[in-house]
């Protein structure tokens, strides 16, 4: 699914329920950074592998590294708290492209999740249609986990003014 936004419903709730410990932006665009190798090369290659595609998460994050204050800016825009460090980010890295690599490789025929094996243990359990909905049913859960998010940023940054 290249630049599709059905990656960013899971991403998001897993991002959101698991903010304590993931970089929700590094984890986010992780989600859409590995679809440049299909907007490249036309087809799902390496990065879409769990080997390799570790390796790209952790690239990323590494890459994004200095960007941290600027996330932390956009965060803050979005009323949620950023904290973040280079282990964080790269768990947050390889996680994000890990979950893009596993909702590509059930669909997909040219995902090889378990490269260098030729092996495709999730291809076809479910259509590309079902993958879709329960993407978009990932939304629901994401927009609830990201309000009481916002609420409890409001609220903690009311009581440090007060």
């Known amino acids: 699914m290249p630049f599709t936004p059905y990656h960013f419903g899971p991403s998001g709730f897993f991002a959101l329920l698991f903010k304590k410990y993931l970089d929700i ?12 190798e299909v907007l490249v090369f036309g087809h799902h290659l390496y990065t879409h592998t769990l080997l390799l595609g570790a390796a790209t998460g952790a690239l990323w994050a590494i890459a994004a590294y ?20 280079l282990w964080k980010m790269i768990i947050s890295g390889v996680l994000g492209i890990w979950l893009h690599v596993i909702i590509d490789g059930v669909y997909q025929w040219d995902v090889k999740v378990l490269w260098p094996s030729s092996s495709k243990p999730l291809y076809g359990l479910i259509t ?16 609830i986990l990201y309000v009481f998010a916002a609420m409890s940023y409001i609220k903690q940054n009311s009581k440090k003014k007060n």
């Open 128 to 143: 590309e249609g079902h993958i879709k909905v329960i993407c978009l049913c990932f939304f629901v859960p994401a927009i």
């Open 25 to 36: 932006p590094i984890f986010m665009l992780a989600n859409v950074i590995i679809d440049i």
């Open 66 to 85: 200095p960007l941290r204050h600027f996330f932390k800016k956009i965060m803050q825009i979005f009323l949620l708290p950023y904290q973040t460090n």
